[in-house]
C-alpha cells in the first residue's frame, strides 16, 4: 500500500523585498535548526516572496509544523509593524 502524505505549498507576498527577507531571516534559522523525523520542510526567498513547503506522513506532526511555520511568519510580521509605527 502506498503511504500517505500531507503535503502544502505556499507563498506569502509582502510589499517589498524588504520585508520579506526580514521576515525570512528572522524564521530560517528556527526551520533549519528544528529538525522533527518524518516531517520535510523547505523555506525560501524570492524577491517579494517568501515560499514554503512542508511535507510529512504523519498528520499530526504535519499540522504541528505548519502552525508552528505559520506564528513564526505571524511574530515576524508583527514585530516588523511594531518597528515601523
Not at 500517505?4 to 525570512?24: C, E, H, M, P, Y
Not at 522533527?36 to 509544523?65: C, H, P, W
Not at 506564528?71 to 515576524?76: E, H, K, N, S, T
Request: hydrophobic share 45%; no cysteine.
Amino acid at each position: 500500500m502506498k503511504e500517505l502524505r500531507f503535503i502544502i505549498r505556499g507563498r506569502i507576498k509582502f510589499q517589498d523585498s524588504n520585508i520579506a527577507k526580514t521576515v525570512f531571516r528572522a524564521i530560517y534559522p528556527d526551520v533549519v535548526r528544528d529538525e522533527v523525523k518524518d516531517v520535510s520542510i523547505m523555506v525560501n526567498l524570492v524577491n517579494e516572496n517568501v515560499y514554503f513547503e512542508v511535507q510529512s506522513s504523519s498528520y499530526a506532526k504535519f499540522r504541528g509544523t505548519l502552525t508552528s511555520l505559520l506564528r513564526l511568519i505571524r511574530v515576524a510580521i508583527e514585530l516588523i509593524e511594531e518597528v515601523r509605527v
